[in-house]
């Protein structure tokens, strides 16, 4: 989350429950906690009558303009109306944006940064690639891994077609001082690394571009939330999923417009 790392400890304390959780009730909990506090922000911060009189005009206009298909000028007029309703609503819409915008962002933040990946577990085999600028294929690569780790590939490769990737496995511990360090034309690069049977991980991806090396990735697997079959989502897309569900059911319960 960057700047807002500071606030990690709050939402540790506020979801951190929900992590021991399997991922797909996890992002479904926290989207109804969050569809809820929007719902609830919405309901206070907009004018609910204006909203369902906008509403209301806007479903007989539709209605209107369906009765005079024959009549092009009047559908017209008709037209004119729902675009200048559905303007007013959209601008009521907007003004929750303004208290919700932020949170929403800080807690996606939260959320990538504990249930996007599956964390490296004690001694499970886990991959680095190291991605070189195109220019530099064929470039030796070296590595060092810290004690608690263990190398399970050759400590030197060639890149090929500018990516050299490295096996490891390692016993539970944070290792971010020191990390794995890769040596590439001479300069000396350190990932780090979280080995642990909790949900908690680093940034896999990180990026350099300094002219020799593009970035350096540990290979962590994406966190399948929905599974059916061979198909599955991301955390993203199952609480974009689960949110719009939801809002349409907690608006027509708590009757928000």
């Known amino acids: 989350m960057g700047f807002l790392d500071f606030l990690n400890p709050f939402f540790n304390f506020a ?11 996890s992002i479904l909990i926290l989207s109804i906690i969050m569809s809820l506090i929007v719902i609830i922000i919405t309901k206070y911060t ?22 005079l298909k024959d009549q092009p000028e009047k559908m017209m007029e008709v037209q004119k109306k729902h675009m200048a309703s559905s303007m ?7 003004r929750p944006m303004i208290f919700t915008f932020i949170p929403i962002i800080v807690i996606f933040g939260w959320i ?9 577990m004690p001694g499970q ?3 680095v690639q190291v991605t070189l600028e195109k220019a530099l294929g064929g470039t030796i690569v070296n590595v ?3 004690e608690g780790i263990t190398l399970t590939s050759d400590a030197s490769k060639q890149a090929t ?19 794995i360090i890769f040596n590439a034309n001479g300069k000396e690069y350190v990932k780090d690394v979280i080995i642990s049977q909790k949900r908690e991980y680093t940034n896999p991806l990180k990026a350099v571009r300094d002219g ?7 290979l962590n697997e994406k966190t399948k939330v929905i599974k059916i079959g061979s198909f599955s989502l991301s955390w993203i897309w199952s609480y974009i999923i689960f949110s719009i569900i939801l809002s349409s059911v907690l608006r027509k319960w708590m009757k928000v417009y």
Do not use: C, R
């Open 46 to 67: 907009t004018d609910q009558n204006l909203m369902k009189h906008l509403k209301d005009e806007s479903k007989d206009l539709q209605k209107q303009m369906k009765e």
């Open 144 to 146: 060092t891994a810290p």
């Open 125 to 127: 085999d886990f991959s």
């Open 15 to 25: 979801f951190g429950w929900l992590l021991p959780l399997p991922p797909f009730w």
């Open 161 to 179: 077609d500018g990516i050299a990737i490295f096996s490891f496995k390692g016993d539970a511990g944070d290792y971010s001082s020191p990390g």
């Open 88 to 94: 007013k609503y959209m601008t009521q819409s907007f």
């Open 112 to 120: 990538s940064a504990h249930l996007a990946y599956e964390p490296i």
């Open 212 to 218: 020799t090396v593009k970035q350096i990735e540990t």
